[in-house]
């Protein structure tokens, strides 16, 4: 089993800055991919952005050139710095682990973070 805790959220005023963090546990493997995936009130959880443990990047053009994900594996440790916030970045940010045995796939989510843009 993997286990995963974000921390980092909070309130921020448009323009500021934040930094989310999710750690690791458990039954990690070597290969794998780890992302932030968010949910605002009343919308379907979306992409922000995932990183594989190759380093490969990928992100939701919503958020292009605003955030920047990265990771520690050496820690089992995933962030995301997120500047210039807006009112619509507002949203429980969750951390999530994919990795694979064969071919089935094993995913593990996080409890959430709650991010707040607002004045």
């Known amino acids: 089993q993997v286990q995963l805790v974000e921390s980092g959220g909070g309130l921020v005023q448009p323009g500021g800055s934040l930094r989310l963090s999710c750690a690791a546990s458990g039954s990690i493997f070597r290969l794998n991919r780890m992302g932030w995936y968010r949910q605002a009130p009343g919308k379907q959880r979306e992409l922000v952005a995932t990183?594989?443990?190759?380093?490969?990047?990928n992100y939701a053009d919503s958020v292009k050139g605003r955030f920047t994900i990265s990771r520690d594996n050496a820690k089992n440790t995933m962030y995301l710095q997120m500047n210039s916030l807006k009112p619509d970045d507002t949203a429980v940010y969750y951390c999530v682990l994919n990795q694979w045995v064969v071919t089935d796939q094993y995913d593990y989510w996080g409890q959430g973070t709650q991010v707040i843009v607002s004045s």
């Open positions: 990183m594989s443990s190759g380093g490969r990047s």
